[in-house]
């Protein structure tokens, strides 16, 4: 029986989209590109979400490849790219509904040192059983380290575990620590009918 929801944090709790601050912050479409491929899918990205780097040090590693007349606008999207970090619709009532329920609730994020700041626009931590960053840990999904990480930190089985991640790779992460585990599709509904089935 499914005794722990254990939730992904982007596009599962809280929106995630890069695209937002480009749209924000940029002033052209060619910034907007620039910045996409150098802050967004760069290298400074994942060590940020490895803790190898804090979110603070993205801007100086990042701008050495950005063009100076886009210095500016790299600085507010390092800054301020978690404006697009807003809640799921139907989140915070699936977590309401789980914890009335009976269920434990936990989170399982890949992020930087940032999450702590961003997070609590869902919820407060402490509305939480655990949490689980991957910069924090130095591990990041789908290695199932992190997975095993939760369950050891926590003390659970991992049968008793339900992971919901938007991720299929990191669906595979969880289950392949013996976690029942599903894809988020935008429909907490799906993940009720299962967790009631069980």
């Given at each position: 029986?499914?005794?722990?929801?254990?939730?992904?944090?982007?596009?599962?709790?809280?929106?995630?989209?890069?695209?937002?601050?480009?749209?924000?912050?940029?002033?052209?479409?060619?910034?907007?590109n620039?910045?996409?491929?150098?802050?967004?899918?760069?290298?400074?990205?994942?060590?940020?979400?490895?803790?190898?780097?804090?979110?603070?040090?993205?801007?100086?590693?990042v701008?050495?490849r950005v063009?100076?007349?886009?210095?500016?606008e790299?600085?507010?999207?390092?800054?301020?790219?978690?404006?697009?970090?807003?809640?799921?619709?139907?989140?915070?009532?699936?977590?309401?509904?789980?914890r009335?329920?009976?269920?434990?609730?936990?989170?399982?994020?890949?992020?930087?040192?940032?999450?702590?700041?961003?997070?609590?626009?869902?919820l407060?931590l402490?509305?939480?059983?655990?949490?689980?960053?991957?910069?924090?840990?130095?591990?990041?999904?789908?290695?199932?380290?992190?997975?095993?990480?939760l369950?050891?930190?926590?003390?659970?089985?991992?049968?008793?575990?339900?992971?919901?991640?938007?991720?299929?790779?990191?669906?595979?992460?969880?289950?392949?620590?013996?976690?029942?585990?599903?894809?988020?599709?935008?429909?907490?509904?799906?993940i009720?009918?299962?967790?009631?089935?069980?």
């Amino acid at each position: 029986m499914i005794q722990n929801i254990v939730l992904d944090m982007g596009n599962v709790l809280l929106y995630y989209d890069p695209e937002v601050p480009l749209d924000f912050f940029c002033e052209s479409e060619a910034s907007k590109n620039v910045i996409r491929k150098e802050l967004f899918e760069g290298p400074e990205w994942a060590m940020g979400d490895r803790g190898d780097i804090s979110d603070r040090d993205r801007y100086d590693l990042v701008k050495v490849r950005v063009p100076g007349k886009y210095h500016e606008e790299l600085k507010r999207c390092v800054d301020g790219w978690d404006i697009c970090m807003t809640v799921v619709p139907g989140a915070r009532e699936f977590c309401k509904k789980m914890r009335k329920a009976g269920k434990k609730l936990y989170v399982l994020s890949n992020a930087s040192d940032r999450f702590y700041d961003y997070f609590t626009r869902f919820l407060p931590l402490d509305y939480f059983d655990g949490v689980v960053v991957s910069a924090d840990v130095r591990i990041v999904k789908p290695d199932p380290g992190i997975y095993q990480y939760l369950l050891d930190t926590y003390t659970l089985n991992p049968e008793e575990c339900l992971f919901i991640d938007d991720r299929e790779d990191n669906v595979e992460g969880a289950r392949q620590v013996g976690m029942q585990a599903i894809q988020f599709r935008d429909d907490f509904g799906v993940i009720e009918e299962l967790v009631a089935s069980e």
